[in-house]
C-alpha cells in the first residue's frame, strides 16, 4: 500500500485549501491527522470505506470535510477557514479496525509522508 498525499502549500488565514490521499483502496477506512513540530499527530477526520460515516475532531468540525471517490482510489480533505494553528504536515493513513478506533494512530497500518501546510498572514 502506498499512501500519497498533495494539495498543501502556504495561504493565508480565512483561505480554503483541498488536500488528496491516493492509494488507500476502496475497502478501508482512511483517516487524515496532523503533526505540528515538537507535538504529537492529532486526529483530524476518518471516513468510512462506503464513505457513509465521517468523524471529525473537534477542531476540525465545521470548517473540515472529509470525502472519498472511490473510483478514484482517492480520499479528499477539504479545509475551509484555515487559521495559523492550523499549520502543520497533514497525513492521511488506511485502517481496517472498528470506527471506535479510528482517532487513535495506532488503529492504522498505512501512512503517507503527509503534505505541508502552512497558515500565514
Known amino acids: 500500500v502506498r499512501l500519497v498525499e498533495s494539495g498543501g502549500g502556504l495561504v493565508r488565514p480565512g483561505d480554503s485549501l483541498r488536500l488528496s490521499c491516493v492509494g488507500g483502496?476502496?475497502?478501508?477506512?482512511m483517516g487524515w491527522f496532523r503533526q505540528a513540530p515538537g507535538e504529537e499527530r492529532k486526529f483530524v477526520a476518518a471516513?468510512?470505506?462506503?464513505?457513509?460515516?465521517?468523524y471529525y475532531g473537534d477542531f476540525a468540525k465545521g470548517r473540515f470535510t472529509i470525502s472519498r471517490d472511490n473510483a478514484k482510489d482517492t480520499v479528499y480533505l477539504q479545509m475551509d477557514s484555515l487559521r495559523p494553528e492550523d499549520t502543520a504536515l497533514y497525513l492521511c493513513?488506511?485502517?481496517?479496525?472498528?470506527?471506535?478506533?479510528?482517532?487513535?494512530?495506532?488503529?492504522?497500518?498505512?501512512w503517507g509522508q503527509g503534505t505541508q501546510v502552512s497558515i500565514s498572514s
Open positions: 493513513a488506511q485502517t481496517t479496525q472498528p470506527a471506535d478506533n479510528w482517532r487513535c494512530p495506532g488503529a492504522y497500518d498505512y
Open positions: 471516513i468510512s470505506y462506503s464513505g457513509y460515516s465521517t
Open positions: 483502496g476502496s475497502r478501508y477506512a
